[in-house]
């Protein structure tokens, strides 16, 4: 299965300012996926993110929001735009594999904000 | 919507006892379900799946379980061990957002395991 690299693995932020989060994947992926936890609550995708084209927003998610970069195969961006104290969650990029879906689906490491 | 319920936040087990986790959904399309377990300061690590063309599925001292007709899924764990203390997130997915890649999951809110010697 994939190796992804996520940072900052957490980080302290002002409210009004912004954070980008970045995934490295070890090989080539189609699709990658954002999603966010915020403390109690299950994982929620915010979008999609496929190369070469815009990312695909789910409910409730905006893209001036939370604009995502989709460069190359291998790598992707999130940004957290003009930050609230609602924002602090921990947020994950995540890949799946074709074919093999035995392998389940690989997340990176996580990265804990906290808005002040 | 919550499509995927995990009902109970924390389970408390023995070690070298049996662990079981429940999950229920109600989105009838699921296809394929997965668990995944999460330590502090980590991304969520797949530990098993199962296709909804099966009931049941072994790896190990892990095992799942599913009901398609109650909605229901289990994992048991046994023997229990310390080390497997962490949140288990049950989740679901649907052929229609896998196509020839694995798409999107939908999942639970997740069950706090632990176990004390």
């Known amino acids: 299965s994939a190796v992804i690299s996520q940072k900052p693995s957490r980080d302290i932020c002002q409210r009004g300012t912004s954070l980008t989060i970045q995934c490295q994947v070890d090989?080539?992926?189609?699709?990658m996926f954002w999603y966010r936890q915020q403390p109690g609550q299950s994982l929620t995708l915010i979008a999609t993110?496929?190369?070469?084209?815009?990312?695909?927003?789910e409910s409730g998610f905006v893209i001036d929001k939370f604009p995502i970069s989709r460069p190359n195969l291998t790598f992707s961006t999130l940004t957290v735009s003009n930050m609230s104290p609602e924002d602090s969650s921990i947020y994950l990029c995540?890949?799946?594999?074709?074919?093999?879906?035995?392998?389940?689906?690989?997340f990176g490491s996580g990265t804990r904000l906290t808005v002040v | 919507d919550q499509q995927v319920k995990q009902n109970s936040p924390s389970l408390s087990v023995q070690e070298g006892r049996i662990s079981i986790l429940n999950c229920d959904y109600t989105?009838?399309?699921?296809?394929?379900f997965l668990w995944y377990k999460k330590y502090p300061a980590e991304g969520p690590t797949f530990l098993i799946s199962i296709s909804s063309i099966k009931d049941k599925n072994e790896d190990g001292r892990f095992t799942v379980f599913l009901n398609k007709s109650a909605k229901h899924l289990s994992l048991h764990i046994v023997p229990s061990q310390p080390g497997d203390s962490a949140v288990y997130f049950c989740a679901a997915t649907l052929s229609a957002d896998r196509g020839s890649t694995l798409g999107r999951l939908y999942f639970g809110r997740g069950t706090q395991l632990t176990v004390w010697p």
């Open positions: 993110a496929n190369q070469g084209s815009e990312a695909t927003y």
């Open positions: 090989s080539q992926v189609t699709m």
């Open positions: 989105n009838s399309m699921f296809d394929y």
């Open positions: 995540s890949v799946g594999k074709a074919r093999r879906e035995e392998d389940g689906y690989t």
